[in-house]
């Protein structure tokens, strides 16, 4: 689900930059980075931890 929103803002940074809205583009990219980042130290604590969070 973290990668998805991840990708979400991904596509809204690469739309903003194309239309040249810069403020946007950074914005979006910046929670594309969180939210990726935040759901791959999720991926790696439930590996660890040998079970799924919910």
Known sequence: MMLYWAAVFLVIALIAAMLGITGVAAISQ?????VFVVGLVLALIAFILGRRLP
Request: a neutral charge.
């Open 30 to 34: 910046q929670m594309a980075w969180i």
